[in-house]
């Protein structure tokens, strides 16, 4: 296992490197002057001289790729042309954020779409069967954006229950008096439109794939010596089918958790939650390339780490799988 | 004391033609201690006397007529609950499927401890020792208890389930092809063993297998089923030495011996007869070589050929 793991990182640095040289020629093939593109607009002709001498952009392009290689290589990823701050800067101000909204909207659709997709295979054919995946069907073939407009109005607009933008109320953050757990509550009370809107979209996807693997399960040998032993129901449906049915549900986490940063974006936007898929919007549509640069490598990265959690989940799951 | 009582056993599935009646009238005993094989070709009914007697048959599936009386209880009249209590506990099954049957993310031991703390009031610590006692029993090694099933050989996941199968101390198992996957070594030691076993533990055997040779060399008695029906039941000998029926005839006929005379295999010409269609007559008298017209419209009646030898023709 600890051999797989160190191999599999292998594969991770090299893929890395792979994407690092795609968005190096990437970036320079873009029309137009690599010059105007990296440096920022708005600063002085000898501002600018002195930037692109640090850039290297005077250089030939072997070494400036080998400058690019470097600057990453030690975490130095440029400054953003709108914040004025160190990319990096910018990044680890706003992953958080993403990474609160994302990772609690995918455990919650997964826990409900487990439970419930392991009740509809239970009750196959039944109005509860039905009711689930009509359920399941519906939501998941939404419209995200459409879905989290309509959640903005009603919830919003005209129910008023939920603030529609922003992740807290400066009130409450400015008073020295709050409380930390008056803070918490805040985000959370922000949180609560667009994690209703990720949790609908994706419960659904989880709820029908557990419910097929399911199904299948509960055709296998292992479930009739179950119920020969004289096992509960319960018993049988949660110790023996559910363990087996997980495995296909671990690879579906896993890849919502994989595209979590542009998947989010989405949402992000509508309800201006300040996380990195915002930013990636907002650094393109505004030519914060450096940023933008960053952004990409951002989701490269997390989309090649949750594969290895995935696999290495899997074997612990799955007494077969070994690496 | 007659441990199981099947009297005039009738099973049904519903299929999308109608219902198709796997299993018609179909009457034998056990004694403590004894055995019994079935016999007889794929979807006999042979199988699914045994899901019945487990209470498992699948949701298409019913029983339309008959008792099953264990230890004079009859199983018919049984809550869900109280057909659950007496499920590995009274009857425990060693099946068909022995490479399957074992759940691949649990531990071995872990699955039959699961099924002792169910029905006996121990902890998880007793129960533990007693499948430490089992694995002794069947002739593993104890410290491959906390393997997954994928770590065992054929052989030995064969030999979990029989020792799962001893672990409440049953007086019925009901044995379904337990030893088919297997290789013809590896068979003869485990038919051994689960001899062995079933006399130290006085445990009555319902042994199922479209085998006649291996049912012959384990079990006192001999059902041979065909169609659903049983055809002729009697003792091992008299039924493998002195077949009557013409369909245990031709069963006895199309397997090979290894210490008699070099002589051709004979197959079984034609197929049998499909349970959807209500059959009037005798259900074997399309492939039989001994057919009257007659045989076609009368249905048969048991004959005595000999002390506890019944055969159901009219002509034997």
Redesign the interface.
Known sequence: MKRFIIKRMAQVVVVLFLILTVLFVLFRLAPGDPVERMVDPNLTLEEAEHLVEQLGLKEPILTQYGIYLKNFAMGHFGHSFHYGQPVAEVIWEKLPNTILLFTTAVILAALVGVSWGKIAAWSKGKWKDLAFTVAALVTHTLFLPWLALLLVWFFGYRLEWFPITGMMSEEVWLDPDTAWWQKAWDVGYHMMLPLLTLFLIHFGSYLLVMRSSMLDTLK???I?????????EK?IRN??AA??AMLPVVTSVGLSLAFSINGGALTETVFSWPGIGRELVFAVSHNDYPLAQACFLLIATVVLFSNVVVDVLYAY????IRY | MTLLDVQNLSIGYQTAEGLLQAVEGVSFSLEAGQSLGLVGESGCGKTTIGMALMGLLPPNGRITGGHVLLNGRDLRELTEEEMRQVRWKEVAMIFQAAMNALNPVQRVGDQMIEAIVEHQPVSKAQARQRVEGLYQLVGMPVERIDDYPHQYSGGMKQRAIIAMALANKPKLIIADEPTTALDVIVQDQILQETKNLQHEFNIGIIFISHDISIVAEVCQTIGVMYAGQLVEIGGAEQVFYDPRHPYTKALVASFPTLAGERKELKPIPGEPPHLINAIMGCRFCDRCPRSEAQCKLDRPAWQQVAAGHHVLCDHC
Do not use: C
């Not at chain 1, 009739?224 to 509960?232: F, I, Y």
């Not at chain 1, 799951?317 to 077969?320: A, H, K, Q």
């Open positions: 296998e040998d292992y009739v010596t179950a119920r020969a032993k004289g096992l509960s018993a110790r023996h363990p087996n799951l799955d007494p077969r």
